[in-house]
């Protein structure tokens, strides 16, 4: 039940981009994205709703195809303050709390 | 004002202790989680209320137990503590399956 994330890491330099992918075995009503920084808490990016609403970050984006029960999350021009895990979120089977992936760890550097 | 406020923020106890987090929410939400996150940063649910409702309760030892005196608030209690507990924990608030706001997170040490 819990959604598959990819890649496990990634390295950037400034002004590069990056996709994270997120796949899960069951259909979606919804698909969540979190950054955690360091030390603090999940911070809300972006949440992706089944019929293609979005709402979120203004310099992230992010599709979500039903069909195929995946997620990508787009992170154009990377800034330093990028870094972070990101943490994709599905709704358990009852629909009632978020199952989250494993994380990706975005490291951009100067 | 925080939206979503825990403590303690830190907590150092022995193994075989009962301790308690608290967690309080001003947002108005209707569903309150408890999370743990492991050294491995995967982030568990545990536990989620709904209008004072218990309606999920995953597959965690009973020697931990949610309390939730009103819908702004979800303690969680933590009977005879061993090594394997100490994470860090975070408290979540949402509305309609809408977005997720987390505390700051309690970091639970068990020695």
């Known amino acids: 039940q819990q959604p598959v994330q990819s890649p496990q890491a990634v390295i950037l330099r400034e002004g590069e981009d990056a996709v994270i992918n997120c796949s899960s075995s069951k259909a979606l009503y919804s698909v969540h994205w979190y950054r955690q920084k360091h030390g603090e808490a999940p911070v809300f990016l972006m949440i992706?709703?089944?019929?293609?609403e979005q709402k979120g970050h203004e310099k992230i984006s992010a599709s979500f195809n039903e069909k195929k029960q995946q997620s990508s999350l787009y992170l154009t021009a990377s800034q330093l303050s990028y870094s972070g895990t990101y943490f994709c979120g599905t709704e358990n089977q009852a629909g009632t709390a978020l199952i989250f992936g494993k994380g990706t760890t975005l490291s951009v550097s100067s | 004002d925080t939206a979503v406020s825990q403590t303690p923020k830190y907590l150092v106890t022995q193994m075989g202790n009962d301790k308690s987090i608290k967690c309080e929410q001003n947002?108005?939400?209707?569903?309150m989680y408890w999370y743990k996150q492991d050294s491995k940063k995967f982030l568990k649910i545990m536990f989620s209320y709904n209008n004072k409702e218990l309606i999920i309760n995953e597959t965690v030892p009973n020697r931990f137990s949610p309390k939730s005196p009103d819908k702004a608030h979800l303690n969680l209690h933590i009977n005879s503590l061993e090594l394997g507990d100490s994470a860090v924990y975070f408290c979540a608030s949402s509305q309609d399956r809408g977005t997720y706001t987390f505390g700051s997170g309690t970091r639970l040490t068990v020695v």
């Open positions: 992706l709703l089944k019929g293609g």
């Open positions: 947002l108005g939400h209707d569903t």
